[in-house]
């Protein structure tokens, strides 16, 4: 016979398997993992609404080069805007971008004209930040024309107005580093003499003559 003392120990035993069954047939929720929550940091203002926004580096660029635009084309600048001038010519952001515009290929013929008047601006922009001498950014607008004169994108593109109008840019790349900066002109020694580039730069240097 099982004693009492036995007995109660099966009891307590069986007392436990069914309440660990119970426990398991239970929906057991997790503690929510909450994200980390992340905090956009802009340069300026004009980065800000990009990041913001669907706006494209041309669109960004645009913006601010039509500023400098309306600053630099005053007969007579005050202090004030002389200085905001300074800035902008030594702007390293400004510079990038303009670098971006200049080198980012269209494919849409129809976006051709409105593309063409913003990397004009963008050219003109660095022409007029090379040609300040004391310009604390001019080695950064003379790796930009370098950069954009020398990079084989031509190939990329198909439809031929458009390729005609990237290879003017490199055309006028180079017409800006012969007259403010020729020494940079040196870095085309290195090219294959029957690259496309080459090519296309010797004949830059005909019209030039």
Known sequence: MISKK???????????LILFKCFLKKDISLPTVLEPKT????????????????????QVAMAELEDFKNIHSKVLLNAEEKK???EELSNSDLIRRSYLL???????????NKNEHARLLALDYLEKSVAWPENPARKEA?????????????????DMSIRKSYAGDKMEAYGILKQYSPEELEVLGSLPEDGRIRRLLKYAENLSQ
């Open 6 to 16: 036995n007995l109660l120990w099966v009891i307590l035993i069986i007392s436990s």
């Open 39 to 58: 905090e956009m940091i802009s340069i300026d203002s004009h980065e800000q609404r990009a990041t913001q926004s669907p706006q494209s580096v041309e």
């Open 84 to 86: 905001r001038l300074q």
């Open 102 to 112: 200049l080198t980012n290929l269209i494919s849409d013929v129809r976006e051709l």
């Open 142 to 158: 003379l790796e930009s024309l370098k950069n954009i004169m020398l990079l084989d994108n031509l190939s990329y593109i198909d």
